[in-house]
């Protein structure tokens, strides 16, 4: 028996693989093809204070081994998400944990408070990293300062476990998730989308309405799993690993990269099954390897290597 | 919970290359069969299981539904990366197939009589509904139509349930022109109800015309796609209504005239 | 008729398709799939002022659409680079432009000093951007300040047109494309690879000898083309793009997000006909769509579009 | 100017499934088979060549050489993304292949006696080897070893050269043990050379014993490849000179044991 439970600080996961918020919706569009409570966690779709009708299309395009998205957080606002969504998949038996994002630290906080309150809610995922929205996003991540000052204050008005999503797009990710640290996370998600662009040959034009999308899928892999293994082994807590997982294989990749659990984001869409599969995978993988617990396969890579 | 999607490893009974760039390919795949509707769309896994590129599925309209025989047809056009690999496999070959998806067409309308106008690619989804039309007892007119007769292959499928009105831009099989030129005539009158699938140029173009005669009209409309289930929030149209933009994958692809911004 | 030549400062190129520094050797190893004075030019491999024998291997591993190299900067060193090399290509009707690096600002200029003499040099890169050695190297292209010494001291010592080779392991690739700017360069390359790093679930370890490597190939297009958005409208310098060229399609959409010439890499391994490949589909492109000049591509995605 | 190497599509022969995951391919080649030595390889593009995974091409031996007719035989086993789509090809499929490419084995040696080690994939580049040995007039003893008796599936071709010894680790066919268990016999005695290939461990073992004997010895090594002409600087083994890292594709796949450090 491989004991498949993991903590993150004091979040406790039944297994460390979950789906990436944005890519799951609300967390039942896919519950044809599985009970999504076999999941260890639910990241949702990014909820901000207001409703946001997200960027003008088109917000898709496929590239090499992955995808640009510019959703813009579309979402119907917290309010909405507590009345209509919430009820539906609180009673699930997994961690649901809200992805929460503002133009202001105000916002953060704003949204923080309204479902600190609220029954069913396991933690918060802050997005500082969201290369689609004009205002605040990104920004808020691309320099340790201002990282700091919001999870600063969003620790201030609520006790949830706050789990800190980190932008790849800086020179120096492990002083983000420093400050991130020192001001109270409970663990960081690395990583969000890669700033990138295409451009249509026939219309000359940018692809994309909003110009700028992220890259996600499994063309960002190595950039991800190298993040997780600078940031893991900077920090005292646990990382929450993810950028282009799409079978097993890279799923312990990323555990022995340093990450105490994993995050399925645009792998769902060409294979909606991948949560359950790499799921078996990595119990099959710790097995057949002798590890008795999934943890132990967090860092190995790093821990045991010498130097 | 009421399963309504699948994701099924569909077996290739044939694949037929019809000119052109146009395939006609049957699958066998009983649980998408079995809950298909007309206007509905399937997602498919083109390439090699093992490879990540191309990554995505591609949404493809199911052409025709077997329910019996448990399968469906779909009728394709190579374009790119993805439905060039689609059109390099063969009978016998499987196919990682997930659907059915979306909300199809309307069905079960009170107009007697139904006018089908397709163009281009944009025939695929409506020989399944001619077919569903006729079986309501529907009068059914489909005005089909096309760059140059190759991209009528399909067309003459249709006359098994109803009148057929063809047209090529080249003058190269039926009438010359472009549907929506030959489209009046068919709309004139009470009790019409027209579907429309094509490029956006015509679905404007039939959009006006119904809107300004006062018919009824559904289009079947396209965007690149992600997951098709209406979780990544990628697929978006615009809606008529101020600041939304409304799932082609899920709450379409086919939508009412009034509805979409086109 | 198309006019294929494109002019980067006061570099001549007679077509705008070269290939990258570190994927084509000296120009001599692929000679026997095309002549290599086809190309607008060639960048060498990354030559310092001592021969290094470069990282221990593994050095190459294969990711999804991409590939992680940590070769290391492995040459000769500038004298037996100009005594056993340049004389084989510096006859060839193409632009040679050597890639230059150091471990300190004194030994950039050294190297340029050296090849500034040399018959047969028409420019050279100052690679402020590899990822693949201890000192040096990406350290000087991670901030606007050292970027500006380092280009600002080889300016000194040679009049050959300098082009800067930016790494895109930054927060703000713009900063440091004015920084090279103001200092003198004549053009910026537009991108080196991202760093990143792949484990091996079977031994648990990093794949690569040196841990971390670059990921270059079509993966990485998407942030490339980013870039070369961004910093072709920042600088008003020329833009050589690069970044997963692997078709004329890749080439075309470079130029029309901003790059006068593309430069390119990976892709030679799997085709070594990429790059005539990649001349003829843009010339024909440029004939289909009534261009007389392939110049004219350059930026015309954010020159025409309506904001 | 010389040409040495060549990009060329070949189409496939015929591709037989050998068990346990071994193909032997043969693909008609008449540039790369003209000028195909023992010991070379040839890098192929396994994937459809619209998809940018698998990036990179896949070097493979050169199993047997046909000059007359212009093909090779490859002999390769599934292990991974390249492999497993090589596998999917059938008689009449077009790949692209370069080659021939790298230092094969020397040839025109002055020892009289040769002997033949491989183990496991191993044995793919000896089979040409002993080939032209034969052609030489050496006497050829061939040293052939695997996990189990499938992994000898193309041991019977050596025959027709000279002397076979098989090993097995389970026994399952010809002598059991290691092909160093039983390689010392052969190659005592002066006038022989030693030309190995296989895994790592093999080759270790066998530099060792043949370096104790004071036998001449050549290893085929393997290193991941990007490039495959020696542009890349990526497949680097270790030099026994200080500080230096010699290509495999290039200085290689074949060196003397006293110019590696394995
Ligand atoms: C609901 C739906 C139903 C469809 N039904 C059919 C059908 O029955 N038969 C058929 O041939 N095609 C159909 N399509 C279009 C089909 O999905 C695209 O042609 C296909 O995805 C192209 O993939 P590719 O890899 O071959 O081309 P790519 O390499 O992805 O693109 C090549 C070209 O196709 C265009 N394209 C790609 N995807 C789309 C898309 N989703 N919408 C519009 N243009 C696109 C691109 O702009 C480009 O010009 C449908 C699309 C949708 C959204
Ligand atoms: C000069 C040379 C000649 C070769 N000749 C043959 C041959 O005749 N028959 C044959 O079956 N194989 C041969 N190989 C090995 C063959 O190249 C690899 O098995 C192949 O590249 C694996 O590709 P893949 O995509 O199937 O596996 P991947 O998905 O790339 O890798 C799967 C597994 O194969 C291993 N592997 C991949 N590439 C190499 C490599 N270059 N060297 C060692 N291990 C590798 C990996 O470590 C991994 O375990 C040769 C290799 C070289 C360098
Ligand atoms: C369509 C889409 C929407 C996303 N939306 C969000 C979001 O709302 N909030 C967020 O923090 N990350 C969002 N992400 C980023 C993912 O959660 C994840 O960090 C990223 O995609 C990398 O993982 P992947 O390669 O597995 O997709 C989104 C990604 C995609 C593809
Ligand atoms: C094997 C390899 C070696 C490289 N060596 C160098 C180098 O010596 N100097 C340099 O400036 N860039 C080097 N690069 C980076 C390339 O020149 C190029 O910037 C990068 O690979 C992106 O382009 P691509 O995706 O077309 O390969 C190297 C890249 C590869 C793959
Ligand atoms: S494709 Fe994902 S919401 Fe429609
Ligand atoms: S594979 Fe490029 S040098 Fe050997």
């Given amino acids: ?307 | 919970m009421y399963k309504k999607m699948y994701i099924e490893e569909g077996k290739i009974s044939y694949q037929y290359y019809l000119g052109n760039g146009q395939f006609l390919m049957e699958v066998f795949s009983p649980q998408v069969a079995g809950r298909a509707l007309p206007g509905q769309f399937v997602h498919i896994a083109c390439g090699p299981a093992l490879s990540t590129d191309p990554l995505l599925r591609r949404p493809i309209s199911i052409h025709r539904i077997n329910k019996e025989q448990g399968s469906i047809e779909i009728y394709y056009l190579v374009v790119g990366k993805g439905t060039e690999l689609l059109g390099m496999k063969s009978a016998g070959d499987n196919i990682s197939i997930m659907g059915p998806l979306g909300r199809g067409f309307a069905l079960e309308q009170k107009a007697k009589k139904a006018v089908l106008v397709g163009g281009g690619m944009g025939i695929a989804p409506l020989l399944a509904l001619a077919q569903e039309l006729a079986k309501e007892g529907k009068e059914v007119v489909s005005v089909l139509g096309a760059a140059s007769g190759a991209g009528l292959a399909r067309a003459g499928a249709f006359l098994a349930y109803g009148k057929l009105i063809e047209a090529t831009e080249d003058g190269s099989r039926g009438l010359k022109g472009r549907v929506t030129d030959h489209l009046e005539a068919s709309i004139l009158g009470n009790d019409t109800l027209v579907y429309a699938c094509g490029p956006l140029a015509m679905l404007r173009a039939v959009a006006e015309m119904t809107g300004k005669m006062g018919v009824p009209c559904q289009v079947s409309l396209e965007a690149r796609m992600a997951c098709g289930v209406g979780a990544c929030l990628g697929c978006t149209c615009v809606s008529t209504a101020e600041g939304a933009y409304p799932k082609v994958c899920k709450d379409g692809p086919v939508f009412w005239t009034s509805e979409v911004s086109l």
Same sequence: chains 1, 3.
Avoid at chain 1, 47 to 70: A, D, F, Q, V
């Fill in chain 1, 1 to 307: 028996m491989v004991n498949m439970a993991v903590n993150l600080g004091s979040l406790y996961l039944k297994n460390p693989v979950t789906v990436a918020s944005g890519t799951y919706g609300f967390g039942l569009e896919y519950k044809d093809f599985y009970a999504p409570d076999k999941l260890g966690a639910i990241f949702t779709k990014g909820i901000t204070l207001h409703k946001r009708i997200g960027n003008p299309p088109p917000r898709l395009w496929e590239t090499p081994s992955g995808i640009l998205n510019s959703i813009g957080l579309e979402n119907p606002g917290v309010d909405v998400f507590i009345r209509d969504y919430l009820p539906q998949i609180k009673d699930l038996d997994t961690a649901i944990i809200p992805n929460i994002s503002g133009s202001t630290v105000e916002e953060y906080c704003r949204v923080a408070e309204k479902l600190d309150g609220e029954e069913g809610i396991a933690a918060l995922e802050i997005n500082i990293s969201c290369p689609n929205v004009k205002e605040g996003g990104m920004a808020f991540g691309s320099c340790p300062n201002t990282a700091s000052k919001v999870v600063k204050e969003v620790r201030r008005v609520t006790g949830l476990p706050l789990i800190v999503k980190l932008s790849p797009n800086v020179t120096d990710i492990v002083s983000v998730a420093k400050a991130a640290e020192e001001e109270g996370a409970d663990a960081l998600s690395v990583i969000n989308t890669l700033l990138g662009l295409a451009i249509d040959i026939r219309t000359q034009r940018p692809v994309l309405g909003n110009i700028m999308g992220g890259l996600s899928g499994p063309a960002v892999k190595p950039v991800a799993v190298r993040m997780v293994w600078q940031v893991s082994q900077a920090v005292k807590i646990p990382v929450v690993g993810m950028g282009g997982i799409a079978g097993w294989q890279d799923a312990v990749e990323f555990m022995l990269a340093g990450a105490a659990a994993v995050c399925i984001g645009t792998a769902n869409f060409p294979n909606p099954m991948v949560a359950l599969e790499v799921l078996e995978g990595i119990e099959k993988y710790c097995k057949i390897n002798d590890i008795d617990d999934v943890g132990k396969l967090t860092g190995k890579a790093w821990k045991e290597m010498d130097r």
